[in-house]
């Protein structure tokens, strides 16, 4: 496989040339693929770019791009387009220049590729995995906060590293990115782009590294970095839970039909034995016809539309006997509260259960093509 690695830098002059001789050094080991370096350097005023223009004359594989300050993301973005689209990359990788990433995990890294993952994280947060003893309070405080502003506002659960700058991705998940939409400028790229790759279904695996102080050099991580990464983690949330909003705004307009429909239906005459089940069912068909022109529409659906109909009202009769036991239960545990409260609150959990199986059920994707699956070449 094609493997570049990309380098960020700005004023890393006292680094770069070291670290692009060790990394040389740790190819040697690494034969069987072919290792490419590519340094995003944003016009440096240190002459970082000018060290690394010196060594490219004897390493054909060693590769620059240079460019005006626009931030760490930004210098990603450029480096992986080009890395993908003019490299032709299968595989590329983020490191930065200040031997925080030691050299010889990149192959530990692409095992992980090999093995199957389709990104692999250089994680300080997993078992084995350790961020440096020297560390001050508020820089371990940032890195750990802005984990877990990652975890459980903007929802990576499952990912104990989601701020890590040493990876390895598969070109093929990347393709299915549109890094330009990433809308991020600087250290926020990091979760952006992890977020991206999971809603693309990529599979990623952490490998416990360690994570070295820089000895030459300074952080170039400031304040506005934080205030991105804080502006983006609320996004990746509000886009996420769109479509539930949709969901339940689909619901309240249900309601509304349903009491409408019965009201006429009585006022024709109807029994109202008739007209209870008969409003009911036309609501749950309103929903579900909302659902496909609004809540889902952007959804390649892998069901045809019979066959989401009926397994949408399996799901609605399932929230029905979900919201009447709760209903039933609260009003066995709380007997002197209002029934009208234990009816209201026994709409939640059929909402979210609704949500939940409508979304990944009847409205279920097809399958896009698995970034797993392709044989590697
Ligand atoms: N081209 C370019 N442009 N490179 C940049 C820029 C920029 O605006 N800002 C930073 N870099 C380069 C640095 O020169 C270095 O090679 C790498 O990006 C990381 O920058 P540092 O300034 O050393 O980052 P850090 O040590 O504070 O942050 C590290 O840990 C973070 C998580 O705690 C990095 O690994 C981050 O990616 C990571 O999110
Ligand atoms: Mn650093």
Known sequence: MKI?????????????GRLVAELECRFQVIATHEMHILVVDDNSPDGTAGTVREMQKNN???????????????????GMRHAVDVLGADVVFEMDADFSHKP????????????????????????????????????????????????????LYRIRDCTAGFRAIRSRVLKQINL???????????????????????????????????TQGSSKLGLKDIREFMLHALMIRFDDSRSFIKFSIVGATGLVVNLGCFGLLLGFGMNKYLASPLAIELSILW?????????????????????????????????????????????????????????????VPA???????????????????APGEEVPS
Do not use: M
Not at 207 to 212: K, L
């Open 287 to 347: 929903n579900f016809f909302l659902n496909n022109l609004w809540t889902f529409r952007a959804r390649e659906v892998l069901f045809k539309i019979s066959t989401r109909g009926v397994i949408f009202n399996l799901v609605s009769l399932l929230a029905l006997c979900l919201s009447f036991s709760t209903f039933l239960v609260l009003n066995h545990l709380f007997p002197n509260v209002l029934p009208y409260v234990h009816q209201i609150v026994s709409v």
């Open 180 to 214: 330009d939409d990433l809308k991020v400028q600087g250290y926020a790229f990091q979760i952006a782009l992890l977020h991206k790759a999971i809603v693309q279904g990529a599979k990623v695996k952490e490998i416990p590294v360690e994570f070295v102080d820089r």
């Open 60 to 78: 054909a594989r060693l590769h620059l791009l240079t460019g005006a300050k626009a931030g760490l993301g930004a210098a990603y973005i450029r």
């Open 104 to 155: 010889e995990d990149v192959s530990r890294l692409l095992a992980a590729i090999e093995a199957g993952a389709d990104f692999a994280i250089g994680s300080r947060y997993v078992p084995g995995g350790k961020i440096p003893e020297n560390w001050g309070l508020l820089r371990k405080s940032i890195s750990r906060y802005g984990n877990v502003v990652a975890r459980y506002l903007a929802g």
């Open 351 to 369: 909402v979210v259960v609704n949500y939940f199986l409508n979304s990944r059920w009847t409205f279920r994707e097809t399958k896009k093509t």
């Open 4 to 16: 570049v690695i990309i380098v960020p830098t700005y004023n890393e002059n006292e680094n770069i």
